[in-house]
C-alpha cells in the first residue's frame, strides 16, 4: 500500500517534490478523483488542491478536467468552510482521468509551482493565516477561486490560468502559513473577475454591434 505524501510533507519535504513523487507514482492506465484522495489522506485536501490546479497552467486541455476538479476543488473548499469531511459525489469521485494525459500535463506545470513555493516563506502576514474569522475568509475565497474556474469561459485564453494560479497561491499560502501567498490568492481572485467582466463586456458590445448591423 503507498503511503500518503501527506506523511512526507509533514516532514519538512518540499510541496513541489511530495507532488512529484505522487505524479511518479500514478497507476499506469488511469485514475479516479477518489483514489487521488486516498493517496493525499484527509488532512492532505490542500495539497490535492494544489495538484488539481496545475492542469490549468500550461495552455493543454484535458477533456472533462475542468468540471471534475473544479468540482473537486470547491468541494474542498466548502468543505473546510463548514468544518465537515469532504464528500464527492460518486459520478465524479469515480470518473477516470487517464494517466498518459494527466502525467505529462502535471509534469510541464510542476515548474509554475517551484516558482511560487521558492517565494514562499512561513509566517508572514500572520494575521492574514489566523483562526477563526480569517480562516473562514481564507475558505470562503477557496470556494471563490473555484467557482470561477469551472466558469464556462474554458476556450478563451487564460480563462482557467487567472483562478488556477489564485487557487495555487491561496493552498500554498495555507500549506505553508503564508500570509503573502494568501493575499496573493485574494489578488488572483479580483484580477479573474475583472477579466471576466471585460470579456462579458466586450462579448456583450461585439453582439450589440453584430444585431444593430443585421437590424440596419
Known sequence: ?????????????????????????????????????HRVGSDGLLLLTALLTLVFLIPVSIPGVSTVFGAAILLIGVSRVLGRE??????????????????????????????????????????????GVVERMNNASLVLGAVLLMMPFGMIPFSNTFPAIALLFLAIGLLQRDGVCVLLGYIGNAAT????????????????????????
Open 193 to 216: 473577475i475583472a477579466y471576466f467582466a471585460i470579456l462579458v463586456t466586450g462579448g456583450g458590445l461585439a453582439v450589440r454591434e453584430v444585431f444593430g448591423r443585421l437590424a440596419a
Open 86 to 131: 469532504l464528500w464527492i459525489p460518486s459520478r465524479i469521485k469515480h470518473r477516470t482521468i487517464r494517466t498518459g494525459k494527466l502525467r505529462p500535463v502535471l509534469r510541464k506545470a510542476l515548474p509554475w509551482l517551484q516558482k511560487i513555493e521558492r517565494v514562499s516563506r512561513p509566517n508572514r502576514i500572520r494575521w492574514l493565516v489566523a483562526d
Open 1 to 37: 500500500m503507498i503511503e500518503p505524501p501527506e506523511t512526507t510533507l509533514m516532514h519538512g519535504q518540499p510541496i513541489s517534490q511530495t507532488i512529484r513523487s505522487l505524479v511518479r507514482s500514478l497507476p499506469p492506465t488511469g485514475i479516479t478523483l477518489g483514489e487521488l484522495i
